[in-house]
């Protein structure tokens, strides 16, 4: 879609599902695609996903939506009609299971993983903190519903170590 649209927090438009459609269409026809799987891990793309023929929707439902303080009512309607209308809906912990369970057709409970042998060893290039302290470290989103208050605490708590925070910061944090 044209632009760069705000698919965590508003409802694509009738202009942007208009171009998305047409755009995954002409790579179907390119790819001359007969059977169809799409894996989609957001409500934003429902419009999408469930028009394409000979196609299975699988929600791979990574995120509690309704949690986030920007998420549009619009968003959450879309991802109710995504785990209504999915042929599959997978989670990846037991509470968000239980959530779907009652509007899922099917549903699946994969937990998170990551490849043992790719993780077991310590690279050469790790972060090391100039002053040699214990680093204390987060990675992922740093948005509206992050707890700065209880990274505070946890930064007094733990005054000897480097608080590390590794992430999109759209809520400027880094200024506290």
Not at 40 to 54: G, I, R
Not at 57 to 85: M, P, Q, W
Not at 96 to 112: C, F, G, K, T, W
Not at 124 to 146: C, K, L, M, Q, T
Request: hydrophobic share 45%; charged share 20%; glycine share 6%.
């Amino acid at each position: 879609a044209k632009g760069a649209p705000m698919i965590y927090s508003v409802a694509p438009g009738v202009e942007e599902i208009t171009q998305l459609r047409g755009g995954i269409g002409e790579v179907l026809d390119w790819a001359d695609s007969q059977r169809n799987v799409s894996i989609v891990q957001h409500p934003f793309w429902h419009s999408v996903a469930t028009v394409l023929p000979n196609s299975r929707v699988v929600y791979d439902c990574i995120d509690h939506h309704e949690g986030f303080g920007n998420t549009d009512t619009a968003v959450l309607s879309l991802e109710k009609a995504l785990i209504v209308n999915a042929d599959l809906t997978i989670t990846t912990s037991s509470w968000l299971d239980e959530a779907i369970s009652l509007q899922a057709r099917r549903h699946l409970l994969i937990r998170n993983a990551a490849e043992y042998e790719h993780f077991a060893h310590a690279t050469d290039a790790i972060f090391r903190d100039e002053n040699g302290r214990r680093i204390i470290g987060y990675y992922g989103a740093i948005a509206e519903w992050f707890d700065q208050d209880l990274i505070e605490k946890v930064a007094k708590r733990f005054a000897d170590c480097c608080l590390l925070l590794i992430g999109a910061d759209t809520v400027h944090a880094q200024a506290r």
